[in-house]
Nanobody
Framework: QVQLVESGGGLVQAGGSLRLSCAGSGRTFSNYAMGWFRQAPGKEREFVVA????????KYADSVKGRFTISRENAKNTEYLQMNSLKPEDTAVYYC??????????????WGQGTQVTVSS
């Protein structure tokens, strides 16, 4: 069992930066791939980025490539999402997620409760 808790959301102006964190509990955290999804009002939840259990592999949605960076510290059971050059269209609730590996990240096994990110124009 893995429990995930996000933090770091907030309000930022377009062009600004935010860093999200996701703290995991459970002995198997370091064995799981981790990722982020987001859901904007009136839209379906969408995949944003994922990282393998070792950190060696990553996948990014085209919409965030070059602006967002995912990382993890297994010793701290924590993953991070550094978001730069934020745009109003990045406004959404961001969810931390975990899955057995990158290939299964599209259908995560565990979810966090979400954290709101609002980008003003």
């Amino acid at each position: 069992q893995v429990q995930l808790v996000e933090s770091g959301g907030g309000l930022v102006q377009a062009g600004g930066s935010l860093r999200l964190s996701c703290a995991g509990s459970g002995r198997t955290f370091s064995n799981y791939a981790m990722g982020w999804f987001r859901q904007a009002p009136g839209k379906e939840r969408e995949f944003v980025v994922a990282i393998s259990w070792s950190g060696a592999g990553t996948k990014y949605a085209d919409s965030v490539k070059g602006r967002f960076t995912i990382s993890r510290e297994n010793a701290k059971n924590t993953e991070y999402l550094q978001m730069n050059s934020l745009k109003p269209e990045d406004t959404a609730v961001y969810y931390c997620a975990s899955a057995p590996n990158l290939a299964t990240m599209r259908t995560p096994s565990y979810w966090g409760q979400g954290t709101q990110v609002t980008v003003s124009s």
